[in-house]
């Protein structure tokens, strides 16, 4: 498995439990597949979170690029900017 900064590890967990940010998206960003983001969730988790991020990302469409309704071809919110410069506040 690649090295990852800090940041860089926090925004794929951020990104792998947000349920619109397909896998395509982590891969085209940081190179993982979604087996490796299996891989990294539970090497970087604790068991018990694993385990309900699996339950939660198992079966959900939006988290496979090929099962997203047609017309979906976004990574992010049409509102959102960038990461940078977010105009939605974040919960």
């Known amino acids: 498995m690649i090295t990852l900064e800090e ?9 792998a439990w947000e349920d619109r940010t397909p896998f395509e998206a982590i891969q085209f ?20 979170s694993f385990k309900m991020w699996r339950k ?8 496979h690029q090929n099962l997203r309704e047609k017309g979906i071809n976004r ?7 960038s990461i940078s410069m977010n105009k939605i506040a974040k919960r």
């Open 29 to 48: 960003q940081f190179g993982l597949s979604e087996k490796e983001v299996i891989e990294f969730m539970r090497l970087n988790s604790k068991a018990s």
């Open 7 to 15: 940041k860089d590890r926090d925004r794929i967990i951020e990104m």
């Open 75 to 81: 990574f992010k919110c049409s509102m959102q900017r």
């Open 56 to 63: 939660r990302m198992n079966g959900r469409t939006t988290k």
